[in-house]
Nanobody, 116 residues
Framework: QVQLVESGGGLVQAGGSLRLSCAASGSSGNFRFMDWYRQASGKQRELVAAITTGGTINYADSVKDRFTISRDNAKNTVYLQMNSLKPEDTAIYYC??????????WGKGTLVTVSS
């Protein structure tokens, strides 16, 4: 019964910024492993960034130095600050929770469109 709800997507010009949020609920756990994925039209879904409750962070090479993932453990909310956006960042961005036992929960996604 885990629920993940993304928000913050929209239309932005190249070079602009957006901040995505993912609110997690419905679990008695602490959502240790939280991720942002994205999927562009006609392309495979790819991992963008990952964060744990302990603050361990990983980024895809394509977004390093531009995106910042963070979280508020008390609110079970994860954020993705996206700066210096490029048209190739255009995609649906999905929040993901990886469980300790190997399962996944997904949000419905939020669309980010970057115009040139």
């Amino acid at each position: 019964q885990v629920q993940l709800v993304e928000s913050g997507g929209g239309l932005v010009q190249a070079g602009g910024s957006l901040r995505l949020s993912c609110a997690a609920s419905g679990s008695s756990g602490n959502f240790r492993f939280m991720d942002w994925y994205r999927q562009a039209s006609g392309k495979q879904r790819e991992l963008v960034a990952a964060i744990t409750t302990g603050g361990t962070i990983n980024y895809a090479d394509s977004v390093k130095d531009r995106f910042t993932i963070s979280r508020d453990n008390a609110k079970n909310t994860v954020y993705l600050q996206m700066n210096s956006l490029k048209p190739e960042d255009t995609a649906i961005y999905y929040c993901n929770h990886r469980t300790v036992w190997g399962g996944d929960y997904w949000g419905k996604g939020t669309l980010v469109t970057v115009s040139s």
